[in-house]
């Protein structure tokens, strides 16, 4: 069964870095495409970036500051957040999906999702 599982959430300031993990279980990572989504109080769930065997793609609000990888070893995907902003606070899912894309619709098997908060 196929399983995700964040973390690496937490409370930082303006300017500051996370470092944000998905361990995924039950199968390969390169079985599927792995994205990061966001949601804030009041807002639509946001695609961040997501990353397949081949492809990354990043949401243009994010572009330059972020960085996903992956390590197939671990079976891990991690999002490395830089220069954080407020507007950036939000749960954080990831996802697994059968092709790569920013819409959450694409994706079927979600995380529990991990708190960022950045504020000073």
């Known amino acids: 069964q196929l399983q995700l599982v964040e973390s690496g959430g937490g409370l930082v300031q303006p300017g500051g870095s996370l470092r944000l993990s998905c361990a995924v279980s039950g199968f390969p990572l390169d079985y599927y495409a792995i994205g990061w989504f966001r949601q804030a109080p009041g807002k639509g769930r946001e695609g961040v970036s997501c990353?397949?065997?081949?492809?990354?793609i990043y949401a243009d609000s994010v572009k330059g500051r972020f960085t996903i990888s992956s390590d197939t070893a671990k079976n891990t995907v991690y999002l490395q957040m830089n220069r954080l902003k407020p507007e950036d606070a939000a749960v954080y899912y990831c996802?697994?999906?059968?092709?790569?894309?920013?819409?959450?619709?694409?994706?079927?098997?979600w995380g529990q999702g991990t708190q960022v908060t950045v504020s000073s």
């Open positions: 996802a697994a999906g059968s092709r790569i894309a920013l819409w959450p619709q694409d994706y079927d098997t």
């Open positions: 990353i397949s065997r081949t492809n990354i």
